[in-house]
């Protein structure tokens, strides 16, 4: 009786183990950003809980990039000035901090 209970107890945490190994994790918190629309007024976004090893591409108006970048999530921010997070890092983001206030960006990822 005992052995059994001890094989289902064992079975059941592998397959909860297998299940969870594949799932995607996500950065808690936000990552809020600011963009200029077409007549020239700023708009705010965030990015809720974004999933972490994923790029984001900004939402961004007339294809001008991202500004003032806060990091509120849990994780580490890449951001990049090119979209799909290609081209040059243009700055590491910690959790609780923010891009400089010169930077331009129009991707991120977080690790």
Same mark, same amino acid.
């Given at each position: ?23 995607? @994790? ?62 040059? @890092? ?22």
């Amino acid at each position: 009786m005992r052995l059994r209970s001890a094989l289902t107890a064992a079975t059941t945490a592998l397959v909860l183990v297998l299940s969870t190994a594949g799932a995607s @994790t996500a950065a808690v918190g936000e990552f809020r950003y600011a963009s200029v629309d077409l007549d020239n007024v700023q708009v705010q976004h965030a990015l809720s809980d974004p999933e972490s090893g994923v790029c984001h591409n900004l939402d961004i108006t007339a294809n001008l990039p991202a500004l003032l970048g806060r990091n509120y999530t849990n994780s580490t921010a890449t951001v990049f000035r090119e979209a799909d997070c290609e081209g040059d @890092t243009w700055w590491v983001v910690n959790p609780g901090l923010r891009t400089p206030a010169l930077a331009r960006f129009r991707s991120v990822v977080f690790s």
